[in-house]
C-alpha cells in the first residue's frame, strides 16, 4: 500500500480567487467573467507541490444549492481554476444550501470536516500532516475538525473567528510562506 501523502487544502474563494464584497461580507463571483485569481497563487501553488503537497480545493458553493447560481456556471470556474493553477490534483464541492434546513451533504459543508475526509479517503491523503488554508471561520473550524494545521488569511470582514487558526497571514503568498517554513 503507498504511504499517505500531506495535502494543502485551499478554500476557493477569497483565498485562490478574488471575492466580491458587499457590505464587509464576501461573497464568490457569479460568472465566469468574474473569475480572476490573486496575484502571485499559481506561482505559490507550484512551490506547495513541488514540496510535496497534494493541492485540494475544499469549497462551499450553497448559491447552486439555493438555486441561485447554475451549477454549470461553478464547474466552468473550477474547469479554469484547474487550468491556471495545474497544480491542483482535486476539488471537493459542497452544494448545500446552508439554511438549517437537512441536505444530503450537510456533513460535508464546511465548518463541517467532511470535504477534507472524503478527499483523504479518495486520494491517499495524510491529514496529520496536512494544512487548510482559508479566509472565513468555516474553513479555520473545518480544518480543526479533520486535524490539520490552519492557515488564516485575514481581509477584516465583519465576521468573528469561531476557533484560533495556527497563523494568520494577508494573503496567499504569505500562508504558502508559512506552509513552506514549517515543512521539515
Same mark, same amino acid.
Given at each position: 500500500?503507498?504511504?499517505? /501523502? ?13 471575492? @466580491? ?11 465566469? $467573467? ?11 501553488? %507550484?512551490?506547495? %507541490?513541488? $514540496? ?11 448559491? @447552486? ?13 473550477? $474547469? ?25 451533504? =450537510? ?9 477534507? /475526509?472524503?478527499? %483523504? ?17 468555516? =474553513? ?30 494577508? =494573503?496567499?503568498?504569505?500562508?504558502? %510562506? ?7
Amino acid at each position: 500500500m503507498p504511504a499517505l /501523502r500531506p495535502a494543502i487544502f485551499l478554500d476557493r474563494d477569497g483565498t485562490l480567487n478574488v471575492q @466580491v464584497i458587499r457590505d464587509g461580507k464576501p461573497y464568490p463571483p457569479q460568472t465566469l $467573467a468574474e473569475f480572476a485569481l490573486f496575484p502571485g497563487v499559481p506561482a505559490a501553488c %507550484a512551490e506547495l %507541490a513541488a $514540496a510535496g503537497y497534494v493541492l485540494v480545493v475544499a469549497t462551499n458553493q450553497p448559491d @447552486v444549492g439555493r438555486g441561485d447560481q447554475a451549477q454549470s456556471v461553478v464547474e466552468a470556474m473550477h $474547469a479554469r481554476l484547474r487550468q491556471l493553477i495545474p497544480a491542483i490534483s482535486h476539488v471537493e464541492v459542497c452544494y448545500a444550501p446552508g439554511q438549517g434546513i437537512s441536505h444530503p451533504d =450537510d456533513y460535508r459543508r464546511k465548518p463541517e470536516p467532511g470535504m477534507l /475526509r472524503n478527499a %483523504a479517503r479518495s486520494v491517499g491523503l495524510d491529514l496529520t500532516r496536512s494544512w487548510m488554508i482559508g479566509d472565513r471561520w468555516r =474553513d479555520i473550524d473545518c480544518g480543526q475538525r479533520a486535524g490539520v494545521r490552519t492557515v488564516f488569511i485575514d481581509f477584516g470582514y465583519a465576521e468573528e473567528l469561531h476557533a484560533a487558526p495556527d497563523f494568520t497571514v494577508k =494573503d496567499f503568498p504569505a500562508a504558502a %510562506a508559512v506552509v513552506l517554513r514549517s515543512t521539515p
